[in-house]
């Protein structure tokens, strides 16, 4: 069914500059929505034919008319290119705007690179990877649809579920889906928020519940891993670091990047970390437990031994 369409050129006669003129607005109506964007033309209320939509210069008809022009072939343009076309569409693409993507795939590239600029900001890099697999598991979802990419503004409800039996289809766990499906929702507000849609269409759907049994470390168990006797080389490493993990608190990242440097003492004699988090760069403070300090002169002691092994 094709859409209606109709331009309409007014002026507000309740705002006049200090000149005593007034803007000249273009209303755009696409199926009973509508939207207004200034033409970037002025003229003295008096002046204004409100039946004809002109005013009483020729040289600013001649240019209404051309803006006129300008509106309907962009409403052909999108409406050839996406099949579809909407009034904010129209509004951003004579605004300027229209750099940004309106298709699902671009506008999943065009987030992930406002990702990426982040990373090492306030973003993690393994953030910006976790998300690249969410782009490509997207990207294989269109494509076992048949289609290059899909428009924004043809997006519906029934795509979320579509795309949910899909990831069903390739095994993937109940937590992985909702973390696709909540890219996927992202994407959508970020339509929104550039205008192209009016609402998510995502909002009300349902994610997959799941149930989570969290499992807590006792001290027994600890206390095994403690005295627990390896021989591989890197598994000992890892048994190490745990348990330095297990009385310190800290997280993987910031154990990686953990640096003697970090380590200080205090007028008492108590021993700190002090080092900012790996992901949020708010700066910590954790007292150095004794059997963490003995992890750190073990393995001082085996790098002092080593580096002497290579002279």
Not at 154 to 161: Q, R, V, W
Not at 273 to 286: A, G, N, Y
């Amino acid at each position: 069914m094709r859409s209606t369409f109709k331009i309409l050129f007014y002026i507000n006669r309740q705002k006049t500059k200090t000149d005593g003129k007034t803007a000249i607005l273009c209303r755009i109506t696409i199926d009973g929505k509508s939207s207004a964007i200034t033409t970037g033309e002025e003229c003295l209320p008096t002046e204004w034919n409100a039946k004809q939509g002109q005013t009483t210069d020729k040289r600013i008809n001649k240019r209404l008319a051309e803006f006129k022009e300008l509106v309907e072939k962009t409403y052909r343009d999108l409406l050839t290119r996406d099949g579809m076309v909407s009034v904010e569409l129209i509004k951003n693409r004579l605004q300027g705007i229209a750099t940004h993507p309106t298709t699902l795939l671009a506008m999943s590239k065009a987030e992930l690179q406002s990702v990426k600029e982040c990373v090492g900001k306030s973003k993690a890099e393994s953030t910006y990877q976790n998300l690249c697999y969410s782009d490509k598991l997207l990207c294989e979802f269109v494509k076992d649809k048949g289609v290059k990419d899909i428009p924004v503004i043809t997006i519906t409800e029934d795509l979320f579920e579509e795309y949910c039996f899909f990831l069903k289809k390739n095994g993937l766990k109940e937590s992985t889906i909702n973390k696709l499906l909540c890219w996927l929702s992202r994407l959508m507000y970020r339509a929104v928020s550039q205008r192209l849609i009016r609402c998510n269409p995502f909002e009300n759907a349902k994610y997959e519940k799941t149930e989570q049994k969290i499992r807590f470390l006792q001290k027994k168990d600890v206390a095994k891993l403690m005295a627990l006797k390896v021989n591989d080389k890197e598994v000992e490493q890892a048994r190490l670091l745990f348990i330095f993990a297990c009385f310190t608190g800290l997280a993987i990242a910031d154990m990686e990047h953990l640096q003697y440097g970090h380590i200080q003492t205090a007028a008492g004699g108590q021993k700190y970390i002090r080092k900012e988090r790996q992901k949020t760069k708010v700066e910590f403070v954790v007292p150095l437990h004794p059997i963490a300090e003995a992890i750190i002169k073990h393995c001082k002691a085996k790098q002092k031994k080593t580096e002497e092994c290579n002279r």
